[in-house]
């Protein structure tokens, strides 16, 4: 089945600098893959996918990158603002068109943002 | 719509009672899944649903655990004997299918946290 590792499990960044959370995965049947943001108490929120077929995709100050051949992919926080502390959860899945297309997370990321 | 509404969102019972959760999905999505996360970790499958039927169960899911969605609408989640290993929280999530051409975007509920004593 897939395997999707996660780095750094803690990220510290100060307020106005920028984050990276990285991910790679082991499937390299997978095709889909979202980010998710958690705060505390509540459900996981997705905040930002990419599917293979494209290599970027960017949303005011987030951003995907994704590199197939590697099978790995991060994303990418400018301009860091205390709300955006949380804990980020990056996933795949696959479309296989019968089964569960369920999702494989990693085991998160806690970002802090120090004022 | 409101999202995913998921009740309990929080459980708190003694070791060997059974504990039933209920999910309501986004009412247009037909798919419906059931994940597991304990403190520290992403989101573990258990188990899923197209319409009312259940078509895949994780390995994670033992004997003593049960999810039904009789109407192909709102699901349950039952624990029978509890134990401290349940302890937990349990995510419900719908999505649409859309083809074979979309991806599943899941939607998440905020979860029933589980604390066997």
């Known amino acids: 089945g897939e395997n999707v590792e996660q780095h750094p499990s803690t990220l510290s960044v100060q307020e106005g600098d920028s984050a990276v959370i990285k991910c790679t995965y082991s499937?390299?049947?997978?095709?889909?893959f979202p980010w998710y943001k958690q705060e505390l108490g509540k459900g996981p929120q997705l905040i930002i996918d990419?599917?293979?077929?494209?290599g970027e995709k960017k949303d005011q100050r987030i951003a995907v990158t994704l590199n197939k051949t590697a099978k790995h992919f991060s994303l990418h926080i400018t301009e860091t603002q205390p709300e955006d502390s949380a804990v980020y959860f990056c996933?795949?899945?696959?479309?296989?068109?019968?089964?569960?297309?369920?999702?494989?997370f990693g085991k998160g990321t806690h970002l802090i943002i120090q004022p | 719509d409101t999202g995913v509404s998921q009740d309990p969102r929080h459980k708190i019972t003694k070791r060997g009672q059974n504990v039933t959760f209920r999910c309501d999905p986004i009412?247009?999505?037909?798919?419906l899944y059931w994940y597991r996360q304990t403190l520290g970790q992403g989101p573990e499958f258990l188990t899923y649903?197209?319409?009312?039927?259940?078509?895949?169960k994780s390995r994670l899911l033992s004997n003593r655990f049960s999810a039904e969605r009789p109407k192909g609408s709102f699901s349950t989640l039952e624990i029978q004997r509890t134990e401290q290993g349940d302890s937990a929280m349990y995510l419900c999530?719908?999505?649409?299918?859309?083809?074979?051409?979309?991806?599943?975007?899941?939607?998440f509920g905020a979860g029933s946290r589980l604390t066997v004593l």
């Open positions: 990419i599917r293979s077929n494209v």
């Open positions: 009412s247009e999505h037909n798919r």
């Open positions: 996933a795949a899945s696959k479309r296989s068109g019968g089964g569960a297309d369920g999702l494989t």
């Open positions: 999530a719908s999505s649409s299918d859309l083809g074979l051409s979309g991806a599943n975007v899941l939607t």
């Open positions: 499937d390299s049947a997978s095709n889909y």
């Open positions: 649903f197209q319409n009312e039927a259940q078509l895949e």
